[in-house]
């Protein structure tokens, strides 16, 4: 009997320990346009000097994401400037050293090490993903 009760407690404390070890999954999904995004991150909204507005956001496979409109058009899809990211976006307006930008947009690296940018030129060419150094 004495030996019945360890392995039932043996493998209660194994089955445990597996669910405790599992992680949960701890953000919500909202669906925005024609993508479904991770809710707690948000959605930065920018306004360009030419007229087009901007949304940039994480999708659920944790991408950045962008999607502009225009006065005379409607929303375009999303789409991807690349890389894997585990906090909202953050807007840079302050481009030092990049005088031909207009803004960045930020977000921390997956294992939480350190921020990237991407710098948007005024002709909506970008810099491509790069280390923050800071201000």
């Avoid at 919500?28 to 901007?54: F, H």
């Avoid at 962008?66 to 990211?85: D, F, L």
């Avoid at 906090?87 to 930008?101: A, E, F, H, K, M």
């Avoid at 948007?120 to 993903?129: C, I, L």
Wanted: glycine content about 12%; aromatic content about 14%.
């Amino acid at each position: 009997m004495k030996r019945i009760r360890a392995v039932v407690l043996t493998a209660a404390v194994i089955a445990g320990t597996a669910v405790a070890a599992t992680p949960a999954h701890a953000e919500s999904w909202c669906q925005r346009g024609t993508g479904t995004l991770i809710c707690e991150y948000g959605v930065a909204p920018w306004n360009t000097d030419r007229g087009v507005r901007m949304e940039f956001a994480v999708g659920t496979d944790y991408a950045a994401y962008v999607r502009t409109k225009t006065a005379s058009t409607s929303w375009s899809n999303w789409s991807s400037p690349g890389g894997k990211w585990q906090s909202s976006i953050v807007l840079d307006t302050n481009p030092q050293g990049y005088r031909n930008c207009e803004f960045g947009i930020m977000a921390m690296g997956q294992g939480a090490k350190n921020y990237w940018i991407n710098w948007y030129a005024w002709d909506g060419t970008r810099t491509g993903w790069r280390p923050w150094t800071g201000p």
